[in-house]
C-alpha cells in the first residue's frame, strides 16, 4: 500500500494517507475540516536525484 502526501485545497492542511489502491484515491477527506477538495502532494521521499546533496562527502563504505 503507496503513501501518498495531500494539501487540503479548503484549508491548507498538509497530511499523509495509506491508500490502497489509485481506485480510492478519490475518497480522500481532510483530516482538520473534513474536505474532499484535497490535491496529492509531491513527497520529498520519493523524489530522487542528487540535487541537494553534497557530492563531495565520503561514501559509506565499499559495496560487496
Known sequence: MPLYEYT??????HFEKLV???S?????VCPR???M???RALSLFATSGSSGTD???PACGPVG
Do not use: L
Not at 8 to 13: K, M, V
Open 37 to 39: 477538495s484535497v490535491k
Open 20 to 22: 490502497r489502491s489509485m
Open 24 to 28: 480510492n484515491a478519490d475518497q480522500v
Open 8 to 13: 487540503c485545497q479548503a484549508c491548507g492542511e
Open 33 to 35: 475540516c473534513a474536505s
Open 55 to 57: 557530492s563531495t562527502a
